[in-house]
């Protein structure tokens, strides 16, 4: 299916609203607050990174987005609605692809249609257009260990897509790759965005990488996870790496970091 078509008829994309969300972990030695008055909106149809170090509350802020985590305090509510548990409208990638290692893609790819109340003939197609979006077609019948971790990765990207979710949540869905990999992932990713429109949120701790990708990067600082920054990305793409004020911004964005 070609991407306009495909994105015509995906899910249209939803907003996503943090108030004052905070989460607190029983470490065994006494309780630590992850994540502390977090509070962010995030249009539909943008792409927003966050970057921090490890240890700042990312994964936990994604997880609780995601609804496999419920906020101790404050509220996040995607399309208007407060999310509760997990759904069909906020789809997840991981780190690692997490494939079953039994199932192939195209199988990996439906497991995310499971509770969908779609007919067979309607899964099966849309399985079969994501993983034309990921490039992947002639793989749909390989298995996980007969594809290298970029193709991998692109399964999960399918996964997390063929839902037709309003938002999709990746947290550093690169950082396991090699660096030649990870620059075509990004590019990838990115063309994706484009042709889909689905509200973006990437974690990572790589800030060249959210300067090359995302509308505005959010930088959280650590001990409690908490943002610290919030920069506009305002420049065209495809974006130049090499681009003097690109190159600024990381620079400014690396100095908040070490600030926090």
Request: proline share 4%; charged share 20%.
């Amino acid at each position: 299916m070609p991407a306009a078509t495909l994105a015509a008829a995906g899910a249209r994309a939803t907003g996503l609203v943090l108030s004052g969300v905070g989460k607190v972990f029983d470490a065994g030695a006494g309780a630590f607050a992850a994540v502390q008055d977090v509070s962010l909106d995030v249009e539909a149809g943008a792409f927003v990174a966050i970057v921090g170090a490890s240890g700042c509350g990312k994964s936990t802020l994604l997880r609780m987005i995601a609804g496999l985590e419920r906020p101790d305090s404050g509220e996040v509510r995607a399309g208007g609605r407060a999310v509760t548990g997990t759904g069909l409208d906020r789809g997840l990638v991981f780190q690692e692809a997490r494939l079953l290692p039994w199932l192939t893609a195209e199988q990996n790819v439906a497991l995310a249609l499971h509770n969908a109340l779609l007919p067979a003939a309607v899964k099966a197609q849309r399985v079969s257009a994501h993983l034309a979006l990921v490039g992947l077609s002639n793989f749909a019948r390989a298995y996980p260990d007969q594809l290298s971790g970029g193709m991998a990765q692109r399964v999960a990207i399918a996964r997390g897509l063929v839902a037709r979710p309003g938002i999709l949540l990746l947290d550093e869905p690169f950082g396991a790759l090699d660096a030649l990999t990870r620059l075509r992932m990004q590019a990838e990713l990115e063309a994706i965005w484009q042709a889909e429109r689905t509200t973006m949120l990437l974690v990572t701790h790589d800030v060249e990488e959210a300067v090359v990708l995302a509308d505005r990067v959010v930088v959280m600082s650590p001990r409690p996870g908490r943002i610290s920054a919030i920069e506009d990305v305002a420049f065209g793409r495809p974006r130049d790496r090499g681009d003097a004020g690109l190159m600024a911004l990381r620079k400014r964005l690396l100095a908040a970091l070490e600030d926090g």
